[in-house]
């Protein structure tokens, strides 16, 4: 499991701090690489200038999308992330404080894989951290195609 990168897409570096300490708590180990907008998170996945993803790295097993980020919207990287031959399987989870329906909607019209509302209590955010590293981490399981990039 701790070959298995994340990409966690979150601006609000409150909200970063508190993810990585819910994984650490929850023994999840994996290497996480943190894009603090949109661009930055098209450029991970993408390798373009400036990305701290190195081309010869397999994509992430797994995107944490926040919704509400500057330059480039969540919704905007989810469309190009589906656009792209090379992310089309990738798993994406948007995990966002948004309770709007539409966001709600939009996100799996687009192609998300699951929304997740983040919990405002610290322990059942913990909670939806170590379920969704478990999840994506462990059980879930990728078509070949898009474990060849």
């Known amino acids: 499991m701790k070959d298995k990168?994340?990409?966690?897409?979150?601006?609000?570096s409150d909200d970063v701090k508190l993810t990585l300490r819910a994984l650490k708590q929850s023994k999840i180990t994996n290497e996480v690489i943190v894009a603090r907008d949109g661009v930055e998170a098209l450029a991970c996945l993408f390798g373009?200038?400036?990305?701290?993803?190195?081309?010869?790295?397999?994509?992430?097993?797994?995107?944490?999308?926040?919704l509400k980020l500057p330059?480039?919207?969540?919704?905007?990287?989810?469309r190009r992330i589906r656009a792209d031959e090379r992310t089309r399987f990738l798993p994406v989870v948007i995990l966002t404080s948004s309770k709007e329906e539409?966001?709600?909607?939009?996100?799996?019209?687009?192609?998300?894989?699951s929304y997740i509302r983040k919990p405002v209590d610290f322990t059942q955010f913990v909670e939806a951290v170590r379920s969704?590293?478990?999840?994506?981490?462990?059980?879930n399981e990728v078509p070949s195609?898009?474990?060849?990039?």
Do not use: C, F, H, M
């Open 132 to 139: 969704l590293g478990l999840y994506w981490l462990l059980l």
């Open 48 to 66: 373009k200038e400036g990305s701290q993803w190195d081309e010869s790295q397999k994509l992430p097993q797994v995107v944490l999308l926040d």
């Open 145 to 149: 195609l898009a474990r060849r990039y």
């Open 5 to 12: 990168t994340i990409l966690l897409v979150e601006d609000n």
């Open 102 to 113: 539409q966001d709600l909607i939009k996100g799996y019209s687009l192609g998300a894989n």
């Open 71 to 78: 330059k480039i919207d969540g919704l905007e990287v989810l």
